[in-house]
């Protein structure tokens, strides 16, 4: 019987007819230069390698789809957002998501005490949507000037290349706002037993807008219709022994049985404006939006069924940004949402390359058709759409052939802004502590002993002027809480109690002057 499989070609599409040998002069002679079939492979093969994600490098993803319920609670959808991927029901938008750790390289165990990323993207009608999340629904800093600083913490020493508690406290003590986050990540909510069983949230506050022009503020959320599942330490440390891709392989396997998992997708929603009556501010990452204030409001439902052909051309090269938004959903002024928003593209811009929105995997679904414009640049794979008159790439052209703008929405929406350019450092309440507090207290017994364990034995790698600030911390957040982390880790509770407020930080509770700026 002949052999039906296709030939090994070169990328020229030369066929191979020995990929075994090296030409050389003679059995044993020097190589020649002019081998073209070599240099292709092994040269190509020394490219293979992109830079891993400057964060969340170590990542699983699957295909499905998004049903949207057309309601968002028990209102039409269209009463908050002309967005036609939430208000049209019995449309299938393709989505892929990406699942994460954050601070561990691309390789890196799967099951380490870390938030895990949740990033969807919509490939809907009206082009792309991704709302890029993570499974914690806050965040340890309100402020994107500092992602650097803090990833900086969280990622290994620059001299040992170890990750270390200490620096990790450092970053924290410095920062009230991030001991809710801390709290969430120290107990079992720490390690998702996998990407399945753990929820999805949108974290920063964005806006929904309607066809009035009407805009709410909203947050978005992802419930898990397998539940939850989380881990203590021990059982990730008895995972992670034998195998550092758990999480991935849970995905994979559960996909291809044909158990597809499924989330609910749910946004809470809040007046636009200051909102001056809450307790905190609903644009501070940092916070829940309590909710039996706010209730989770149901408006669609997302499948994975669907593992990918290559995990390099659709997992690693996929490019997630917060800045794809569709016509409906809007920024907020969250800053930390304005901060990664210039972050995203940028980076990926660089991972990998100007083009990176040609790659099928990033590209809006094939009914979307781009036509734009933008030009050249490294790898260019397609020239976007032109007008009737090709010669014409720009605009606007008096000889209107070329590419025309879009009709303006019946009402659009205008945001009032008004207020002193600054460099602002206060929050509106300067509370950080009420709500890790109450988490602490709704904690299971079991999940209260396993943050407390896990947090001695990272204080014990502290040196005293950390661990006193984080027991001041603790301490303010519940008494309870910061008094058995002092015990259990030796640390002089009174001695921390006494600690002043941090520098240019209010006293737990207290305000500093609302207009502080430095500049
Ligand atoms: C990935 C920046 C905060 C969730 C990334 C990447 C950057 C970045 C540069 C790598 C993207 C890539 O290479 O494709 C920032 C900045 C932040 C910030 C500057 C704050 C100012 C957050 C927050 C969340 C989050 C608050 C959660 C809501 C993610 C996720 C990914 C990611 C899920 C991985 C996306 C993927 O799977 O490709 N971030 N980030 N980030 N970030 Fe952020």
Redesign the pocket.
Same mark, same amino acid.
């Given at each position: 019987m002949s052999d039906q499989r296709p030939i090994l070609t070169t990328r020229q599409g030369h066929p191979v007819r020995d990929n075994q040998s090296l030409r050389t002069v003679g059995e044993r002679g020097p190589a020649t230069l002019e081998n073209y079939q070599f240099i292709e492979k092994i040269t190509h093969f020394d490219r293979e390698r992109i830079p891993e994600? #400057? @964060?969340?490098a170590r /990542?699983a993803g699957a295909h499905g789809y998004f049903e949207a319920y057309g309601k968002i609670g028990d209102e039409p959808a269209s009463k908050y957002t002309r967005a036609r991927v939430l208000t049209e029901t019995g449309v299938k938008t393709p989505v892929f998501v990406? !699942?994460?750790t @954050?601070a561990g390289a691309k390789e890196s165990p799967e099951t380490e005490r870390d *938030?895990r990323? !949740?990033?969807v993207k919509f490939k809907t009608v009206e082009g792309n949507w991704d709302l #890029? /999340? $993570?499974n914690l629904k806050v !965040?340890f800093?309100r402020d994107?000037v500092k !992602? *650097?600083d803090m990833i900086h913490a969280f990622k290994p020493d620059p001299v040992t290349n170890r990750q270390e508690a200490w620096r990790f406290f450092d970053f924290v003590a410095q920062h009230p706002e991030s001991i809710h986050m801390v709290t969430w990540l120290k107990s079992p909510w720490g390690i998702p037993a996998n990407y399945r069983e753990m929820e999805g949230? /949108? @974290? $920063?506050t964005y806006k929904l807008v309607n066809d009035q022009g009407e805009a709410v503020l909203c947050k978005f959320h992802w419930i898990p219709k397998q539940g939850v599942r989380n881990l203590t330490s021990q059982q990730a440390s008895e995972i992670q022994a034998k195998d550092v891709g758990h999480a991935t392989r849970d995905l994979y396997d559960n996909i291809s049985k044909g158990n597809f998992p499924e989330w609910e997708f749910a946004v809470q929603i809040m007046p636009d404006g200051p909102n001056e009556h809450l307790s905190f501010d609903p644009l501070d +990452?940092t916070k829940r939006w309590p909710e039996d204030q706010f209730p989770l409001l149901k408006c669609g439902r997302m499948v994975l069924d669907r593992v990918p052909d290559n995990f390099f051309a659709e997992v690693e090269q996929?490019?997630?940004?917060t800045g794809v938004l569709v016509d409906g959903i809007d920024f907020s002024d969250d800053k930390?949402l304005q901060?990664?928003t210039l972050?995203?593209s +940028?980076?990926?811009r660089y991972? @990998?390359g100007p083009n990176y929105l040609q790659l099928p995997i990033n590209a809006p679904q094939p009914g979307v058709k781009v036509y734009s414009n933008q030009r050249d640049g490294q790898m260019t794979y397609a020239v976007d759409g032109t007008g009737p008159n090709k010669h014409i790439n720009y605009e606007p052209s008096t000889l209107a052939e070329g590419l025309r703008e879009a009709d303006k929405p019946a009402r659009e929406y205008h945001q009032p802004v008004q207020g002193n350019l600054g460099r602002y450092q206060t929050s509106r309440t300067e509370d950080d502590y009420t709500q890790a507090g109450a988490r602490y207290r709704s904690f299971q017994d079991w999940e209260r002993e396993d943050l407390i364990a896990n947090l001695v034995a990272d204080m014990k790698q502290c040196p005293e002027p950390i661990q006193l600030r984080m027991v001041w911390h603790f301490w303010h957040a519940d008494e309870d809480y910061g008094r058995r982390v002092a015990e259990g880790a030796g640390i002089d509770l009174e001695k921390a109690k006494a600690l002043p407020p941090l520098p240019g930080r209010a006293a737990p509770g207290k305000r500093l002057a609302t207009e502080t700026y430095t500049d």
């Open positions: 994600r #400057v @964060v969340h /990542g990406r !699942f994460s @954050v *938030p990323g !949740f990033a #890029v /999340g $993570n !965040f800093i994107a !992602f *650097p949230s /949108g @974290v $920063n +990452d996929s490019a997630f940004g930390m901060g990664r972050s995203y +940028d980076t990926q991972r @990998v």
